[in-house]
Nanobody
Framework: QVQVVEFGGGLVQAGASLRLSCTVSGLNFNFGTRVMKWFRQAPGKERQRVACINPSGTSTYYGDSVKGRFTISRDNAKNALYLQMNGLEPEDTAMYYC????????????????????WGQGTQVTVSS
């Protein structure tokens, strides 16, 4: 019933920018109550939380490897999540996933919990040197 769809990935050169988007739809799914996160996973690597945003969009959190380069944002009127990626590096190459909390109004950005989420199918970001 709940569908999470990411798009915007692609093949770019080092130093380039990309903006990933994620839309969430579903009957009775209140997007504005859900913590939203971006994850990424490269082959042979653990899945890494890239960024997190609270339901209202007033608080954001980033993994150390992307601080200062990536910006997470949301538009609750559009049920949309975004990840602006600037200064891309080859090390950013990964499949990027959007995830929405299944439970409303959590503190999972700061609690460290990444369970009970709806996941998108992923969008591939490849950065060449």
């Amino acid at each position: 019933q709940v569908q999470v769809v990411e798009f915007g990935g692609g093949l770019v050169q080092a130093g380039a920018s990309l903006r990933l988007s994620c839309t969430v739809s579903g009957l009775n799914f209140n997007f504005g109550t859900r913590v939203m996160k971006w994850f990424r996973q490269a082959p042979g690597k653990e899945r890494q939380r890239v960024a997190c945003i609270n339901p209202s969009g007033t608080s954001t959190y980033y993994g150390d490897s992307v601080k200062g380069r990536f910006t997470i944002s949301r538009d609750n009127a559009k049920n949309a999540l975004y990840l602006q990626m600037n200064g891309l590096e080859p090390e950013d190459t990964a499949m990027y996933y959007c995830a929405a909390d299944r439970i409303a109004d959590t503190d999972s950005c700061t609690s460290g919990r990444d369970d009970y989420m709806y996941w998108g199918q992923g969008t591939q970001v490849t950065v060449s040197s």
